[in-house]
Every structure is written in structure tokens, then in C-alpha cells.
Nanobody, 126 residues
């Protein structure tokens, strides 16, 4: 049974940093594409960062050069380091996983992923 559990969300002032974690069980993340998405009420889920193997990552323009996705295969955990946070980053953040290596055009599409975590809230105040 695949399970993804996010943690690390919280409240922070603009300009601050947070690191989100997604601990996976029932899967070996080394064989999966994984990604971070975010969603605010009334809006569609937005792909933030996707990882499909070494050197194969994709970022949304809105977070490029501020967010970094990484993984620790030994810990079976995905991370999202978020720096220079702005109020527009406020959202529920979700971890997603899909077997195999997704191509770049699919990594930030929510319909590319079948496995999802329950989310962790990030709130950035001005």
C-alpha cells in the first residue's frame, strides 16, 4: 500500500524559508517520479516542482530559483526547500508519486500522478 506523508509546513514571514518533507512507504522512490503541488481554495492544483531522476527536474516559473526539490533514497523521502517565500506561496502543499520516469511535459501535471499525500499547510505573511 502506497502512503505519502507530508510534514514541515507552518507559518512564516515573507522572505523566510521552510523545508517540506514527504516520507514514502510502500514504494521505492528511486523508481518513481515525484512532485510537489500546491492548492488554494477555489483554484486548481498547481505543479510546483517535479523530479524524475538524477538531473531530471522541473520547476514552475513562479518558484524557479527559490524552491529546490530533492530526495534522499536511503530515507525514502522527498524534500522541497523553499526560500525567499512570498505571500503568494501560501497554499496547501501536496506530495505526489507515479511509477517510472515522467517526461518533462508531464512532471507538473496533476493528472500524471496516481498517488497523493494528505497535504501540509504553508502560510506566508507579509
Amino acid at each position: 500500500q502506497v502512503q505519502l506523508v507530508e510534514s514541515g509546513g507552518g507559518s512564516v514571514q515573507a522572505g523566510g524559508s521552510l523545508r517540506l518533507s514527504c516520507e514514502a512507504s510502500g514504494v521505492r522512490i528511486s523508481t518513481y517520479s515525484m512532485a510537489w503541488f500546491r492548492q488554494t481554495p477555489g483554484k486548481e492544483r498547481e505543479g510546483v516542482a517535479g523530479f524524475a531522476g538524477i538531473g531530471r527536474w522541473t520547476y514552475a516559473d513562479s518558484v524557479n530559483h527559490r524552491f529546490t526539490i530533492s530526495r534522499d533514497v536511503a530515507k525514502n523521502t522527498l524534500y522541497l526547500q523553499m526560500n525567499s517565500l512570498i505571500p503568494e506561496d501560501t497554499a496547501m502543499y501536496y506530495c505526489a508519486a507515479e511509477p517510472g520516469s515522467l517526461s518533462q511535459d508531464l512532471r507538473l501535471r496533476s493528472d500524471s500522478y496516481n498517488y497523493w499525500g494528505q497535504g501540509t499547510q504553508v502560510t506566508v505573511s507579509s
